[in-house]
């Protein structure tokens, strides 16, 4: 793929405004190494969860991920660094140091020196989850050879919608190389249980509604009990299932629940669930894929505190119906994608979320959101397991593993 006369023009001039800073570059690992570039953080998550993924099929498989602002990831696979540079010679200075393998850029935004110079040193790039916004500006209004010169470089496109599929055909992308694969998102792991368990308790719970409190935190306790109350003014005999794997809470939890008259037991009692049961309290996080399979309705559980830990999309794929509150932590884009599909509902208080649990705990209303749930969640997994498919077979086809 040669080079357009603005392109040519844009790498010949392109300064950095300050050098490229290296000194918190970690050495590069021995062995595949997997470069993704994102711009937004919205992506951030959904590219996590796409590395887990690879990683978990090939733990050979390293990753860097890069972006123009900072990334904290905990995996020990996955290397971050801010990159807001843009020269030819950065790009070389980062392309000697890192070796990637292959390339990834996910929306768009491209860096023209960075997409030349990955070219230039045989590097296999794939545009993913490509959108209308990644190709708006001077460079994709004004020059049009620009764009096409460098989507010519890519092995694959994948286009995120219908949309951004025209627009790129109308920016030259090769069209056997162009695919739509729908939205990359983040699609949480499937939580296990025991399969015996799961049929005994259901055995015992002899169709009562149960409504569960993921990852309870202190300042919720209260909140919950409330909550619970009301809702028992319209099924009396529903379970609130309490999950927590700090013991010394589980003890706070239990003293509140039954000082409020409600009946408690603990994971030690679980065989002694039964019609008196009010509450239940599971301090072993591993019984989370257990309860989420037999809840009804999940709360998730920091999100009216400013706690929020857990991803809602491992409730949603289990076929719970999902409340949060105000504050979703790191998972604005997952709690977003849950409400419009008609999945979750967002409450505001105490008070919304007691009228939420009477309202949605009845079987037809959280059937409904249950459907939508599973069906917003087995979307992403199919997204995700494709792209993970154009991935391996980039990597075999340029014999990079």
Known sequence: ????????????????????????????????????????????????????????????????????????????????????????????????????????????????????????????????????????????????????????????????????????????????????????????????CDEIERDALADQLAGRSVWLVNSCVEQEIKMVISAHKRGMRSAHRMLMVIVTDDHELAERVQIATMNAGLETLRTTDMKDIDAFTQVFIADEPEDLGLWYRLATLTFVGGTLSGQALRNPFEAAALGSAILFGPDTGAFPQEFSRLEKAGAAKKIRNPVELGQAVERYISPDKAAEMAHAAWDESTKGAETTDFVKEVVFETLETSEAL
Do not use: C
């Open 1 to 192: 793929m040669g080079r357009s006369l603005s392109l040519a023009a844009y790498l010949a001039f392109k300064r950095d405004p300050v050098p490229v800073d290296t000194s918190h570059w970690t050495k590069r690992q021995n062995g595949t190494l997997i470069w993704i570039h994102i711009h937004e953080k919205s992506s951030q998550n959904a590219v996590v969860d796409l590395a887990k993924r690879l990683h978990h099929d090939d733990d050979a498989l390293h990753f860097l991920i890069t972006a123009p602002f900072d990334v904290f990831i905990e995996e020990v696979f996955i290397e971050t660094t801010t990159l807001n540079v843009s020269s030819l010679k950065s790009a070389n200075l980062f392309f000697d140091h890192w070796m990637p393998n292959i390339a990834i850029w996910v929306t768009g935004h491209l860096k023209p020196a960075f997409v030349y110079a990955s070219g230039k040193r045989g590097i296999p790039q794939i545009l993913l989850d490509a959108t209308v916004d990644g190709f708006d500006g001077p460079a994709a209004n004004n020059f049009t050879n620009f764009q096409t010169s460098l989507l010519g470089r890519f092995a694959r496109v994948l286009a995120a919608n219908e949309d951004a599929m025209a627009k790129l055909r109308k920016l030259g992308a090769i069209e056997d190389r162009l695919s739509l694969s729908g939205e990359l998102n983040d699609s949480a792991p499937i939580l296990s």
